[in-house]
Structures are given as C-alpha cells and as structure tokens.
C-alpha cells in the first residue's frame, strides 16, 4: 500500500516566516545575493498574505502594519512599498 502525505498549507506562517527572514537580512550586513533572493520572493510573499487574510484578517493586518512601517529600508532594496496604508493593503490584495 502506498503512504500518502498531507502537506497543510498556512499561509500566515510562510508570511511571517519570510518576514523574519527578510527583517534579519535589513537589520544587518545582508549577502547581495541572499537579499536579492529574498526581494525576488516578495511576490510569492504578497500571495501568501492575500490567503492569510483569508483565514486570519486580524492577524494578517498585523503583519501587514509591522511591514509597512519598514517601507523605507523595503523600498531601499528594491521592493517597492506605496506610501498610503490603503494603498499598500490594495497592493497586497487585502
């Protein structure tokens, strides 16, 4: 008999997992290469916070408030980031 395995998918953990990652890339001497895979995966980012608010609105508007105000050191990687909340949060899908 064949094994099956259930893979969940929680969007708001990825959110907040790349979050932490890309937080810790800013707040130091990042490698080039590693922000710039971290900046190349902010699409896939801003799809699991459109499924999360899915799930989680609060929550996600949380994450998406700690985001927004680091959009100056976001924008200064590249990862363009509107300056009006409502704006970001129609960027963002949510």
Not at 18 to 43: F, H, I, M, N, R
Not at 47 to 63: F, K, P, V
Not at 66 to 79: P, V
């Amino acid at each position: 008999m064949a094994e099956t395995t259930s893979v969940a998918y929680h969007p708001l953990r990825l959110a907040q997992g790349y979050w932490a990652w890309l937080k810790s890339l800013l707040a130091g001497d990042a490698d080039p290469d590693e922000l710039l895979a971290a900046v190349e995966e902010w699409t896939p980012f801003r799809r699991y916070l459109e499924d999360a608010a899915l799930q989680d609105r609060e929550a996600t508007l949380a994450l998406a408030q700690e985001i927004f105000t680091e959009r100056a050191r976001l924008g200064a990687q590249g990862i363009p980031i509107p300056e009006a909340w409502e704006l970001f949060l129609a960027d963002l899908g949510i």
